[in-house]
């Protein structure tokens, strides 16, 4: 589940990792009064104004903005605020701002020059650690930074019998040139920015940039998190901050179903079940010359029920040319699919595109006899290169 940036940096503040302070708004006219609370607290008279999506890149996208007055940050907020924020994360169609946060600004003037850093923290899958990744090439695309200096991304991984040792927190610190206050900030922010991950049971931190201010202060200027979907129900308040309106419709109707839905810009709908089914699938639609339009995991236990929804699901997509449907029966019986078919079709009514439903496994044959006898306008298959083939004719 991914949340704002002022939720992140309010579970980041939870676990005492340093965050400027910030208060979100919905109404440019709460602008002025946000920004002297902030003001009130902090003695700082410049504000950061930043929009609310779920995509990076949004200050070169225009949604970020440094005010220097109680005026600027309200016509900021309001230029802001509503606002189709267009990003290299949103695509071209943009999201929509809804809310804003007014922050305090850390550029300030002092003895030291300012820093900023990229620091990140996730599962290495091959390992199976965590794994803390920073870089001295902070506020910049981490992807760039990889593939221009790849030599100057470094990686801490953690025993997860021990945790995070202050002797890794240390070597972070160095390796990043730190030194006296600064150095023992950053010891500490790696510390608490590490026990926030694990004890949120997030899939990823990323701070970028981590901000080291003229008087060697270390905060999280920005934040990205992301949290387990699977371990939400032991956080409640977190699942508290979902926010629907970011994300898409048809992927909210899919897990109302139990689908795992993710949408795509093909022309061929696919209904499969199981995860490494559906990306062979994927991979067969292109190699016929088609380009799937969406990944759809009906999972284990497929019915009549749960076809007739994945297939309203991919219709409400007008780019969907044909729909393939690639079942393996293991748990679930072929002809049990196989007339759930039949059921979903006739339930929904005239379906102006092809339908290819490919059966292998437990009462393939079964299922098959039952597509063909439908009457239907449902293309049978038995092998994967022949629905590949009727995708190819078809579309």
């Given at each position: 589940?991914?949340?704002?940036?002022?939720?992140?940096?309010?579970?980041?503040?939870?676990?005492?990792?340093?965050?400027?302070?910030?208060?979100?708004?919905?109404?440019?006219?709460?602008?002025?009064?946000?920004?002297?609370?902030?003001?009130?607290?902090?003695?700082?008279?410049?504000?950061?104004?930043?929009?609310?999506?779920?995509?990076?890149?949004?200050?070169?996208?225009?949604?970020?903005?440094?005010?220097?007055?109680?005026?600027?940050?309200?016509?900021?907020?309001?230029?802001i605020l509503g606002m189709n924020l267009v990003t290299h994360q949103t695509g071209p169609k943009g999201k929509k701002v809804h809310k804003?946060?007014?922050?305090?600004?850390?550029?300030?003037?002092?003895?030291?020059?300012?820093?900023?850093?990229?620091?990140?923290?996730?599962?290495?899958?091959?390992?199976?650690?965590?794994?803390?990744?920073?870089?001295?090439?902070?506020?910049?695309?981490?992807?760039?930074?990889?593939?221009?200096?790849?030599?100057?991304?470094?990686?801490?991984?953690?025993?997860?019998?021990?945790?995070?040792?202050?002797?890794?927190?240390?070597?972070?610190?160095?390796?990043?040139?730190?030194?006296?206050?600064?150095?023992?900030?950053?010891?500490?922010?790696?510390?608490?920015?590490?026990?926030?991950?694990?004890?949120?049971?997030?899939?990823?931190?990323?701070?970028?940039?981590?901000?080291?201010?003229?008087?060697?202060?270390?905060?999280?200027?920005?934040?990205?998190?992301?949290?387990?979907?699977?371990?939400?129900?032991?956080?409640?308040?977190?699942?508290?901050?979902?926010?629907?309106?970011?994300?898409?419709?048809?992927?909210?109707?899919?897990?109302?179903?139990?689908?795992?839905?993710?949408?795509?810009?093909?022309?061929?709908?696919?209904?499969?079940?199981?995860?490494?089914?559906?990306?062979?699938?994927?991979?067969?639609?292109?190699?016929?010359?088609?380009?799937?339009?969406?990944?759809?995991?009906?999972?284990?236990?497929?019915?009549?029920?749960?076809?007739?929804?994945?297939?309203?699901?991919?219709?409400?997509?007008?780019?969907?040319?044909?729909?393939?449907?690639?079942?393996?029966?293991?748990?679930?019986?072929?002809?049990?699919?196989?007339?759930?078919?039949?059921?979903?079709?006739?339930?929904?009514?005239?379906?102006?595109?092809?339908?290819?439903?490919?059966?292998?496994?437990?009462?393939?044959?079964?299922?098959?006899?039952?597509?063909?006898?439908?009457?239907?306008?449902?293309?049978?298959?038995?092998?994967?290169?022949?629905?590949?083939?009727?995708?190819?004719?078809?579309?």
């Amino acid at each position: 589940m991914n949340i704002h940036e002022y939720q992140a940096k309010s579970i980041l503040k939870e676990f005492g990792v340093a965050v400027p302070e910030g208060i979100v708004i919905e109404d440019a006219n709460q602008a002025i009064e946000a920004a002297k609370t902030i003001q009130q607290r902090t003695g700082m008279d410049t504000w950061a104004v930043k929009a609310q999506i779920h995509a990076g890149g949004r200050g070169k996208g225009g949604g970020v903005k440094i005010a220097k007055s109680l005026d600027d940050a309200k016509k900021f907020a309001s230029d802001i605020l509503g606002m189709n924020l267009v990003t290299h994360q949103t695509g071209p169609k943009g999201k929509k701002v809804h809310k804003v946060l007014i922050e305090q600004g850390i550029y300030y003037p002092g003895e030291s020059e300012v820093q900023e850093f990229y620091m990140s923290v996730l599962l290495n899958r091959s390992t199976g650690r965590n794994i803390i990744m920073y870089s001295t090439e902070g506020g910049m695309d981490i992807e760039t930074v990889a593939e221009k200096t790849p030599h100057l991304i470094y990686k801490e991984e953690v025993d997860p019998t021990l945790g995070i040792q202050a002797y890794q927190a240390r070597k972070v610190a160095f390796n990043l040139g730190l030194s006296g206050n600064a150095l023992k900030d950053m010891i500490k922010f790696v510390i608490s920015l590490y026990t926030a991950y694990e004890r949120s049971d997030a899939s990823l931190f990323e701070i970028n940039p981590v901000f080291k201010t003229s008087d060697n202060k270390i905060f999280a200027a920005d934040a990205k998190v992301n949290i387990d979907d699977n371990a939400l129900y032991r956080h409640k308040d977190y699942e508290a901050m979902r926010d629907i309106s970011e994300e898409d419709p048809t992927e909210l109707e899919a897990g109302k179903h139990n689908l795992n839905f993710v949408k795509l810009d093909g022309n061929v709908g696919c209904m499969v079940n199981g995860a490494g089914l559906a990306m062979a699938t994927m991979d067969i639609i292109k190699l016929a010359g088609g380009d799937p339009a969406n990944f759809l995991d009906v999972g284990g236990t497929a019915n009549a029920e749960t076809v007739e929804a994945g297939f309203r699901i991919i219709l409400k997509d007008p780019n969907v040319k044909a729909i393939l449907i690639n079942i393996f029966g293991g748990i679930v019986r072929c002809d049990r699919v196989a007339q759930g078919v039949v059921d979903a079709y006739k339930a929904i009514g005239l379906i102006k595109i092809p339908v290819i439903v490919r059966l292998q496994g437990t009462n393939a044959e079964e299922g098959k006899v039952i597509i063909d006898k439908s009457g239907l306008k449902v293309y049978s298959a038995i092998t994967l290169q022949e629905a590949a083939d009727l995708v190819k004719d078809l579309v």
